[in-house]
Structure formats: C-alpha cells, structure tokens
C-alpha cells in the first residue's frame, strides 16, 4: 500500500506564502487522483485541491480558488499545492490523499483511499 508524505508546513505570517508538498512511497501517482484537504481544530475536513496526475487537471474548493495552485512534478514524484496570501482562516493540518480520478467526486473525503499524516500551517498576524 502506498504510504503518502507531507512537507513544507509551518509558521508563517499572514499573507505569506507557503508551498506543501506531497511525495509517495511504495508507488507512483500515475493513475491517481491527488487532494488535498485540511482541517482546522473543531471544524470538519474540508477539500482544498485536486489533480488528476496523467490528465494534470486541476480542481479546487470554493474557498481556495485564486489563492492556490496544485501541480504536478513529474520529474520528482510529488504534488505540490502552492497557497498565497494565507490568512488566519487557512491554518489547519493539511492532508494529502489519493484516489481513483473520478471528476464528480474529487471534492469528497471519502472515495480517497490512502491518507498522510498531515502537516500543520499556522498563521501569524
């Protein structure tokens, strides 16, 4: 079973920028799709991005869209999603996940199958 890792978490200021990486081991992501949620404390996981890695499309929640980019690194193995102008709202533990690539479901936690640990964004003001 593939095991998922995540990076590039951490502290930083509010409108920063941080760039989370999500790598695999034990297999590829080449027939997969690759999400990320997160989680903030008492909230429910909440769909951030997705991508579907042979077709590289990219899917995004509501709350996100314009503030992140998720892609592809072909060369290294990993998906990487890029969040910008990070406010308080988008601290959380993020995950990455894969599933099968079934557009009308990329948004749903539970068709993915395989999780990482997580790796927690906080923001300072």
């Known amino acids: 079973q593939m095991q998922l890792a995540e990076s590039g978490g951490g502290l930083v200021q509010s409108g920063g920028s941080l760039r989370l990486s999500c790598t695999a081991s034990g297999g590829t992501f080449n027939t997969y799709a690759v999400a990320w949620f997160r989680q903030a404390p008492e909230k429910e996981r909440e769909f951030v991005a997705a991508i579907r890695w042979s077709a590289g499309s990219t899917y995004y929640g509501d709350k996100v869209k314009g503030r992140c980019s998720i892609s592809r690194d072909r060369a290294n193995g990993a998906v990487h999603l890029q969040i910008d102008n990070l406010k308080q709202e988008a601290a959380a533990v993020y995950y990455c996940?894969?599933?099968?690539?079934?557009?009308?479901?990329?948004?749903?936690?539970?068709?993915?199958?395989?999780w990482g640990q997580g790796t927690q964004v906080i923001v300072s003001s």
């Open positions: 996940a894969i599933g099968r690539p079934i557009v009308s479901a990329m948004a749903t936690a539970s068709m993915y199958y395989s």
